[in-house]
């Protein structure tokens, strides 16, 4: 698996946050992006890098 914008496949990590996590929601540790992977589909959530 590799981030949609920055194609690293080193810093993928799930989001975690306090009341739980979603095992679909991903984060990019290199540009900060953030998406879903839901039926082999990526939906970009946001993007830090322009």
């Known amino acids: ?10 810093g993928i990590e799930i989001d975690m ?3 739980g996590y979603a095992d679909n929601l991903l984060e990019c ?6 998406w879903i992977e839901a039926f082999e589909e990526k939906i970009l959530l ?3 890098v322009a």
């Open 1 to 10: 698996m590799k981030c949609p914008i920055c194609n690293d496949c080193t």
């Open 46 to 48: 946001n993007s830090k």
């Open 17 to 19: 946050h306090a009341d």
């Open 29 to 34: 540790t290199r540009c900060g992006t953030m």
